[in-house]
Structures are given as C-alpha cells and as structure tokens.
C-alpha cells in the first residue's frame, strides 16, 4: 500500500485474520431426538441379533435332537423286524413238523410285512432329519458320540402365567418391537422441531493490521445470539408430523400384535410340554404293562396254551409303547427347549455355551 504522508511514502501489507464460531443452543429438541433415536436403533440390533441367535440354537437343538429321537425308532423298528421274522421261522419250522398252524405262518408274514413299512418309514424319517441336520451344522451327525441334551430345567418358571409373563418382560423379539415404537415416538418429537425457531451463539473475533488506508492494528470482538425462523414452509412440517404420527400408531399396533403372538406361541409351548410329559409317563407305564403281557403269553406259548400269533401282537405292543415313549421324550425335550425360546432364555449363555 502506497500513500503519501508529509512529502513522504510508505508500504504496508494489509493483514486480516477473524475466527467465528457457532453453538446451536435450541433446535427445537430435534438434537435430543435424533440422538435418542440413534441409541434406541442400536438397542433394535441388540435385540434382533439375540433373537437370531435364539432362534439358530433352537434350530440346532432340534435338529441335534431329532436325528437321536430317529435314529432311536429307526433301531426299534429292527428289532421288531427282526423279531417278527426269528419267530416266523421257528413257527414255519413247526409246521413243517406237523406241530404248527399254517394260517398263524401267513399271519406272521403279514405281520412282519407291516414291520417292514414301519422301518423304511422311520429310516427315510432319519433321512430327512439328517439333511436338516448338515444343512444346519455342515456335516453329518455322529451317532456313536451324540448325547441326549439337558436343557436347564432351573430357567423354567413353574406354571404358564409365569412363562407369558417372563416372555413379555425377557423376550427379544418383543423388546425390539418396543424400542421401534419408541424410535417412532422420537420421529413425532423430530418432526414438530419444525416449528421452533432454532436459536445459535455466534461468537467472533477479527484482527485487521493496516486495512482501509489505516496504519495499525485493531481487534474486534463480538458474541450475539442469532435466531432462525421458518414461518411457511408450505405445510411441510403439518405434513411430516402426521406422517410421523401415523407411523407411530402402526409400530404401536405392530408392538401389540408381537407381543400377543409371542405369548401364544409361549402358551402353545408349554401345552406342547405338558402333553408330552404326560404322554411320556402314561408311555412309561404302558411299556411295563405291556412287556409283563408278551412275558406271561410267551410263557403260555412255550407251554403250547397260547397261538404265535397272540404272542406276536404281545410283542408288537411292546414295540408300540417303546416307539410311543421315545416320540414323547423327543418332543418333550424339544418343548422345553421352545418354551425356553419363547421366554428369551435360549441364550448362549444361558445354555452355558458362553460365561455370563
């Protein structure tokens, strides 16, 4: 800069420098909104990624499970086969004798042919359960070392209310959709900031050193509160804030309709293991009753006071019950594991697959 000053020149760079900085004090609570919101949507992962990994264990544990309960039937099923088919040849080898019945031959034959259908039906059922097995754990099962798994009994409430009520109040399916209801609660406070005015601090500070002509330096300073208002904006936020209210009415609609659905499925839980329970003590007795039966007519049959066929259809009822028994102890324990999940305590933890 050049300027003449008593017959005189001088130069001169001129500096300016200012820094400004804005604070948002007020928008109309949209901040709070948006933060809760973030934090209810990070609660919706939490919840969704446990009941996914609820629902992968119980798809394990009822593969696991079902392959036993299978493979246990399907060597039932051979025995009785191979039961059936001994005795036929020691009644063929008496009839051939002249000590035995021809009819009670082709009797047995029919029995063991239904026998027959029985096993094939129960190895193609051990088929199925295998597929459904390596597609759940990549390899086929290994019966030799497969156990019967024990689900903790402890966790279990002691009658129905308590199990819906411990759904309500643990499981995460529900627990998700309450937080989606809450993240639609935050949209409607989100959309009503539109009409607030949004208020900011601004604060500066300038430093000007030989500017305007002017030598020397001069510091300005200045904080003011700045507020915007948008007065018409075309009823945009009219439109947003009964959109977000809609939005809000159906995740609360969507909330009760998982909330009462999960506790169906607790209730048809816990019938489920009650019935089989039942079933599975009713079962019981009957393998004993009948057993005592086929002993007391082979008995009578060695003694030549009883035909093979009633002696046959003795057995057959004891294979009936054991197959029965094994059916109900499979589907009991696989109830319990349901009832578990419906409850949300079929975690890794809870299952003592991972430290709490």
Known sequence: MLRSEGGGTWTSIAEVGGVRLTQNVFDGYATPAQVKSARLNAEVAEFTLAATIQNVLFEGISAYVDVLQQNQLAVLAWESERTIMRQLHLEDERVQRGAGIAVDVLQAKSRLQVAKERRVSFEGRLADATTRYIQIFEHPPELASMREPQPPTQLLPSDMAAAV?????????????????????????????????????????????????????????????????????????????????????????????????????????????????????????????????????????????????????????????????????????????????????LGPVELGLQAP
């Open 165 to 345: 009520q411990t759904a309500r109040n643990e499981n995460p399916v529900v627990d998700a959709s309450l937080a989606t209801m809450a993240i639609a609660d935050e949209r409607k406070r989100l959309a009503r900031a539109g009409y607030y005015p949004q208020l900011d601090v601004i604060a500066r500070a300038n430093r000007q050193n030989d500017t305007d002509l002017v030598r020397g330096t001069r510091d300005d300073m200045s904080v003011v509160l700045s507020a915007t208002w948008n007065l018409f904006d075309g009823f945009a936020t009219t439109a947003g804030v009964q959109q977000a209210a809609a939005e809000y009415k159906a995740a609360r609609e969507n909330h009760h309709t998982v909330a009462r659905k999960m506790e169906e499925k607790t209730r048809l839980a816990w019938q489920e293991w009650t019935t089989a329970q039942q079933r599975v003590a009713l079962l019981r007795n009957a393998v004993d009753i009948a057993s005592e039966v086929f002993e007391a007519r082979r008995k009578l049959r060695e003694a030549g006071r009883e035909t093979v066929i009633n002696v046959l259809d003795a057995e057959n009822e004891v294979y009936n019950a054991r197959i029965g028994l094994v059916d109900a102890q499979g589907n009991a324990r696989v109830a319990q594991y349901r009832v578990l999940q419906s409850m949300g305590r």
